[in-house]
């Protein structure tokens, strides 16, 4: 059974940093690409960043290109999002998300850990 | 780049079909997309990947109540025998050059 569960969420200051973690089982994690897709109170889902099965290729969103880096360990099974200089419209709950075959979509879904950024 | 349209809200009744749309921008109709559904309180769950040729995968433990299909530059999802926990977001989601991946907006289904 694939799993996916997060962590590293909570409360942080205006301009802080977090680093979030996914550790996944029941997939061989080094063969498939990784995401993170976050979904702030009451709004939609919004894609935040992708990795390839090697960490070689990565792409992020427009909103936290520059302030946010994704990578991952294959020999823990984990992916990680650091993210730094975080701000208000930074919270939401933040989804890891494993990709399937054939296409950047996502097939398995993690329960999601809550990032506040508030004084 | 790739923009994906939905409409904000839907409705049907128990036990009846629904038929939710999902629309590609102009020059991206041969897209593939996905399917995912949030129910209230809960996580995203994977449905189905719809192909550009409208066949579609749909994820484990998916029913047979749920398919997909597509006409030019939309893509469909349709939910039959509707049931109370169908009541839902559902979202479509597809990507771009590289590993970009844009989601549209999602659609609110209530199930009457």
């Known amino acids: 059974e694939v799993q996916l569960l997060e962590s590293g969420g909570g409360l942080v200051q205006p301009g802080g940093s977090l680093r979030l973690s996914c550790t996944a089982s029941?997939?061989?994690?080094?063969?498939?690409?990784m995401s993170w897709v976050r979904q702030a109170p009451g709004k939609g889902l919004e894609w935040v960043s992708s990795?390839?099965?090697?960490?070689?290729?990565?792409d992020y969103g427009d909103s936290v290109k520059g302030r946010s880096t994704i990578s991952r360990d294959n020999s823990k099974n984990t992916l990680y999002l650091q993210m730094n200089s975080l701000r208000a419209e930074d919270t939401a709950v933040y989804y890891c998300?494993?990709?399937?075959?054939?296409?950047?979509?996502?097939?398995?879904w993690g329960q999601g850990t809550l990032v506040t950024v508030s004084s | 780049q790739v923009v994906v349209t939905q409409s904000p809200s839907a409705s049907a009744s128990l036990g009846a079909s629904v038929k939710l749309t999902c629309t590609l921008s102009?020059?991206?109709?041969?897209?593939?997309i996905a399917w995912h559904q949030q129910q209230p309180e809960k996580g995203p769950r994977y449905l189905m990947k719809?192909?550009?040729?409208?066949?579609?995968d749909k994820g484990d433990g998916i029913p047979d109540r749920f398919s997909g299909s597509r006409s030019g530059a939309e893509r469909y999802l349709t939910i039959s025998s509707l049931q109370s926990e169908d009541e839902a977001d559902y979202y479509c989601?597809?990507?771009?050059?590289?590993?970009?991946?844009?989601f549209g907006g999602g659609t609110k289904l209530t199930v009457l």
């Open positions: 029941g997939f061989t994690f080094s063969s498939y690409a």
């Open positions: 990795i390839s099965t090697s960490g070689g290729s990565t």
């Open positions: 989601q597809t990507w771009d050059t590289g590993i970009h991946v844009v």
């Open positions: 719809v192909n550009s040729d409208g066949s579609h």
């Open positions: 998300a494993k990709e399937g075959w054939g296409g950047h979509y996502f097939d398995y």
């Open positions: 102009s020059g991206h109709s041969s897209y593939a």
